[in-house]
């Protein structure tokens, strides 16, 4: 039994450290990353008008206060004295997809039109999922501070009421008494279905690997798997689009995808890329847990040859849809929070107060 297990949990360990390293290179290079697409949208634009690259980054690098910048700037202005290609000096660690786009642009002549595509792309990307934060932000801080408060009021607020209520001859009150114990057994509950709704979810990538008959049964009824199935289909379908749009052929594409980024990305691609060397048409190639809207774009780009402007569409559409289900959580849900609220806070004052107006109730009738 054991063995069954362990290798499982020596896959999510492993998984652990991978993501672990991802986000410390990423927090590293996080001040270069959100100056970026400005910097190459600026270096393309003085490109387009005639100016040569290393004085663009001259220029750009003058301009600049940023440490992290200018030490990038000064990298790259150093590599192309050194006649190094465009695709090593503008690349960022951690961002092995833009060294191929700049790669491809280099080779084909479309430099500058790439990089402003990329930074448009760049741009929009950052304000979506901005919004998406701004728009679970509310429920997130109302959530916490509901937890925060019930925890509280059950080990800070009740023990102090309870022991005076005690000390007075009060504690055997019904209404307040059946308050108390509600608030003493509310955040056990809270915490039992809060680990249930994790255990379940981070079970679903095992059981997926394990019997997938099972996870799929099981997708169509937990919420939030739709969510996350729309999310894998658009950071796909960008990636893809994104290097295919570039002029970099699909197998090349997958094979760049395979050897970088997330696990789920490498392995996803690279089951792809294989089933396409192995002969299998464009549209069953494409297997995996994705949004039914992939598939129907793959078969119409099978057809039309227009792959990347179907992936831009299903990017698009995924985008949009992500959004819709989002926002129709959220209406749902920050009422049913208020309400909870509300709720804790009348519960609240029935077990801590009853018993004192009781009290008074009682010396008044004496």
Same mark, same amino acid.
């Given at each position: ?85 465009? +695709?090593?000096? =503008?690349?960022?660690? !951690? &961002?092995?997809? $833009? /060294?191929?786009? *700049? ?63 005690? +000390?007075?001859? =009060?504690?055997?009150? !019904? &209404?307040?008494? $059946? /308050?108390?114990? *509600? ?66 052929? =699909? ?78 959580? =959220? ?36």
């Amino acid at each position: 039994m054991m063995n069954f297990f362990r290798r499982p949990l020596r896959i999510w360990m492993q998984r652990c450290r991978v993501w672990t390293g991802q986000h410390l290179r990423r927090a590293r290079t996080e001040p270069l990353r959100r100056a970026l697409p400005d910097l190459l949208q600026t270096l393309a634009e003085m490109m387009a008008s005639g100016v040569s690259l290393q004085d663009s980054v001259r220029y750009v690098q003058a301009g600049r206060t940023d440490r992290a910048v200018r030490a990038y700037l000064g990298r790259a202005a150093a590599g192309i004295e050194q006649g190094l290609p465009v +695709s090593e000096v =503008l690349s960022v660690d !951690g &961002d092995p997809w $833009l /060294g191929l786009l *700049l790669k491809s642009g280099e080779v084909s002549g479309t430099l500058v039109d790439l990089l402003l595509r990329w930074s448009a792309d760049e741009r929009r990307r950052r304000e979506w999922t901005a919004g998406l934060k701004k728009a679970l932000g509310y429920p997130a801080m109302l959530t916490l501070s509901s937890v925060a408060t019930l925890g509280l009021i059950r080990f800070v607020v009740l023990p102090r009421f309870e022991a005076m209520y005690a +000390s007075l001859g =009060l504690a055997g009150q !019904g &209404d307040g008494r $059946l /308050g108390f114990r *509600l608030l003493q057994s509310l955040p056990v509950a809270v915490g039992l279905c809060g680990a249930i709704t994790v255990a379940l979810y981070l079970s679903l990538p095992l059981l997926h690997r394990i019997c997938p008959r099972g996870f799929a049964v099981l997708a169509r009824n937990v919420p939030g798997v739709v969510l996350w199935r729309l999310w894998r289909t658009q950071q796909f379908a960008s990636l893809i689009g994104r290097l295919v749009g570039a002029g970099i052929p =699909l197998v090349e594409s997958l094979a760049a995808a395979s050897e970088a980024g997330p696990t789920w990305v490498r392995a996803a691609a690279g089951q792809i890329r294989q089933n396409l060397l192995d002969g299998v048409p464009l549209a069953r190639a494409f297997v995996g847990d994705w949004d039914p809207i992939l598939h129907l774009h793959i078969r119409l780009a099978e057809l039309s040859g227009m792959l990347s402007d179907g992936l831009d569409r299903v990017d698009a559409h995924c985008r949009r849809e992500l959004e819709r289900r989002v926002q129709r959580i =959220l209406r749902r849900l920050e009422p049913s929070l208020t309400l909870a609220t509300g709720g804790l806070i009348a519960l609240t004052m029935l077990s801590l107060y009853v018993p004192m107006y009781t009290a008074l109730s009682g010396m008044a009738v004496q």
